[in-house]
């Protein structure tokens, strides 16, 4: 009797048999393939443990790191698109909104929300790219513009993340108005002297990049992240020269001098608190309080 020998040819487990590991256990990161379980991943914030590759995610996860409890009021949580231009692409623009909400389980490409962040009131408007690329339309601005409008109402510092691949073309002119409409509400809540912070996260682009997102008191962003206006091959496209290596990575781009710091996403939520706490305006109170009298010198 062979031992060691296969006898028999082939697998012959039936399938109802096979065991199989359920989807979504593992993960595999994207920039230098270690594995590790799904759920340690998501212990690091998504973030890998080895190479530190920050991995896209959405406004639920963000909202759930940076506020307290994860207990927020979501503002205008139902407001949807329009259809101004009748468009049509490969299917008109109404049915392609309603299979995205469908599949997403989103409005829109933008969801806001006030709560408590380390104890202290802010505004937060967290964009999500699996919204049709997390493009700008008119639900996006506006909704951005409502959220500051109740930044400047309670005298909270605002936050906007971005993640977007530019305006939606879905709504052309109208998504391009939205840049004027936000950047002057941002002017009204700099007038009031509160805080912005701008977190551009991977990837940041066009129409975004150009309005709100480079706006803020402070620029930061993830590491790795894609900034940029144009894609790389249009900008190579028009000089025709090839692009320097790293172009438009959130690096090149600290380098260049368009952000304040790189900010890695398990730091996030101290090093926004203290920058909040930092360009806190000072409370009427405060500044009534008189200073204290200079010590007479002595003679
Ligand atoms: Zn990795």
Redesign the pocket.
């Known amino acids: 009797m062979p031992w060691f020998k296969r006898v028999e040819k082939g697998i012959h487990t039936p399938t109802e048999e096979k065991k199989e590991t359920p989807d979504g256990l593992w993960y595999k990161?994207?920039?230098?393939?270690?594995v590790t379980s799904m759920a340690e991943h998501r212990k690091n914030l998504n973030t890998?443990?080895?190479?530190?590759?920050h991995d896209r995610i959405g406004s639920k996860e963000y909202f759930s790191i940076l506020f307290d409890d994860n207990t927020f009021v979501e503002l205008d949580e139902n407001m949807t698109s329009g259809d101004p231009l009748n468009f049509v692409d490969s299917q008109p623009y109404p049915q392609r909104t309603a299979a995205t909400q469908r599949k997403t389980g989103l409005k829109d490409a933008v969801r806001t929300a006030y709560g408590k962040m380390n104890g202290q009131d802010v505004t937060i408007a967290c964009m999500d790219f699996a919204y049709i690329g997390g493009s700008m339309g008119s639900v996006v601005g506006e909704k951005i513009a409502r959220a500051i409008d109740h930044a400047r109402k309670a005298r909270t510092p605002f936050l906007m993340i971005s993640k977007s691949g530019g305006a939606r073309m879905m709504e052309a002119g109208f998504s391009l108005m939205q840049m004027a409409k936000t950047s002057a509400k941002l002017a009204l809540l700099a007038e009031e002297k509160l805080p912005y912070v701008s977190l551009l996260t991977d990837p940041t682009t066009g129409g975004v990049t150009a309005s709100y997102a480079m706006l803020g008191d402070f620029n930061i962003a993830e590491p790795g992240a894609l900034i940029g206006f144009a894609g790389p091959r249009v900008i190579k496209e028009t000089i025709g020269k090839d692009l320097p290596k790293g172009f438009q990575s959130a690096e090149f781009v600290l380098e260049h001098g368009f952000l304040d710091f790189i900010v890695d996403r398990k730091e996030l939520k101290q090093r926004l608190t203290d920058l909040f706490g930092m360009l806190r305006p000072a409370t009427p109170a405060e500044d009534a309080t008189p200073k204290a009298a200079k010590p007479a010198k002595a003679s």
């Open positions: 990161c994207p920039s230098c393939k270690a890998c443990v080895k190479c530190n590759h």
